[in-house]
């Protein structure tokens, strides 16, 4: 049965739409201070993209913040800085909570590509999502189906020297991304997320490939965001 999703930042504050799944966070080991001069100094449409840009670098409450404010139905959104604060999140998240992992914000630093995740991993958990760039290689997906997953969002902003683009723009990236994973992985279940504003972009999504649909920048415009939630909900 398909599923729909408003991720952050939204998700963080819409938590009681029916039949939306929100995604909160994005939660790293400690806090990172400073979410709203990030948002107010870095946010901007840019319309030589067509879409929003942002350079907020997943400054957040902490994990701990995360857990503590968790409900079910909800999902938390995790993000790793480093390979070492793996294990320390595994054994603080409860087993029975439900995560999203972005391993993919371009407005972070990393030096790796793909990470030893599999410790996440649990049958108490309904979802566990890998969230991709939207430029990802196949070796990386291939990295992470052999560790377990089965379950990967397509796809996170898209890297630009601004920062971080979300909205339409993602969507000639996932049209390509989405049957490929889909062709390569026919087991996996795929979030289809992105640029989606009507309808009609589900119904896109649903013909890449995808499984279920998440969404967050429409938010931006209520019309938009309750004239999509009626033909879902209906």
């Avoid at 819409?14 to 909160?24: F, M």
């Avoid at 990802?136 to 920062?163: A, I, M, W």
């Avoid at 979030?191 to 009609?200: D, Q, Y």
Wanted: glycine share 10%.
């Amino acid at each position: 049965m398909e599923k729909y999703f408003i991720g952050p930042p939204f998700g963080n504050y819409l938590t009681k739409i029916p039949g939306i799944i929100p995604i909160k966070g994005s939660y790293t080991l400690k806090p990172r201070e400073g979410l709203w001069g990030q948002v107010f100094n870095t946010l901007r449409y840019k319309y030589k993209y067509g879409g929003f840009v942002n350079k907020i670098g997943l400054r957040n409450n902490g994990i701990d913040y995360g857990i503590k404010n968790y409900k079910d139905g909800e999902i938390l959104s995790v993000a790793v800085l480093d390979p070492s604060e793996i294990p320390k999140l595994i054994k603080k998240i409860p087993k029975n909570i439900d995560l999203e992992l972005n391993v993919s914000c371009p407005n972070v630093d990393k030096n790796y590509k793909t990470l030893d995740l599999q410790g996440f991993l649990n049958k108490e958990r309904r979802w566990c999502i890998l969230k991709l760039d939207p430029l990802c290689k196949e070796r990386t997906v291939d990295d992470y189906y052999n560790q377990g997953f089965r379950q990967f969002h397509c796809s996170n902003t898209l890297p630009v020297p601004e920062g971080g683009l979300s909205g339409s723009s993602l969507i000639i990236y996932n049209k390509i991304l989405i049957p490929q994973l889909r062709t390569r992985y026919p087991d996996i279940e795929i979030i289809g997320g992105g640029g989606i504003k009507r309808w009609s972009n589900i119904q896109q999504y649903r013909d890449f490939g995808a499984n279920h649909f998440a969404f967050s920048t429409v938010a931006f415009c209520p019309y938009l965001l309750g004239t999509l939630w009626w033909n879902i909900y209906s």
